[in-house]
């Protein structure tokens, strides 16, 4: 079964060690994630180095999920990336990157996924999971204008 990619890059008018700061912080996936993904952090004191091991607990469909990601490559203030240990998707590689520009930074993702089931993990892809994601970077997108500054599309 293919890859598939999901790409977001927004504008935030802070610095971007700021932005990272925020990122990095494992508790802050709980305040930008949509309530009804019951998204629970079961790591004790999570910090984010290289190598950490970060497990979850999720909803998806009214069925607890667990999830484990473990963070592959940690460079503040520039990148991390956190990949899929154990979960619901036969690869989930997710990139962060910050870039500063003008006084604010660009944060971009990069999620590399792909579900398994072969067929049937295409027709959830395309019924289902791939609305959801959309909806839940729009749902983070709004989450950040609030908890960390506007967001824009282009530099003010």
Not at 36 to 61: K, S
Request: charged fraction near 25%.
């Amino acid at each position: 079964m293919p890859d598939h990619i999901l790409e977001s890059r927004v504008w935030l008018p802070k610095p971007r060690v700021e932005v990272f700061a925020f990122f990095a912080d494992p508790a802050n996936l709980a305040r930008i994630t949509p309530p009804w993904l019951g998204f629970r952090l079961l790591t004790e004191r999570p910090v984010m180095a290289p190598y950490a091991v970060l497990d979850y607990r999720v909803r998806w469909l009214g069925l607890p999920v667990s999830w484990r990601t473990m963070i592959r490559e940690y460079d503040p203030p520039a990148r991390f990336v956190d990949v899929q240990v154990r979960g619901p998707y036969d690869r989930w590689e997710h990139r962060h990157l910050f870039l500063e520009e003008r006084a604010g930074t660009w944060m971009e993702d990069r999620v590399t996924y792909r579900l398994p089931l072969g067929p049937l993990g295409r027709l959830v892809h395309a019924l289902i999971v791939e609305r959801q994601l959309a909806a839940i970077w729009a749902y983070r997108r709004q989450r950040l204008s609030v908890l960390v500054a506007p967001v824009s599309d282009a530099i003010p």
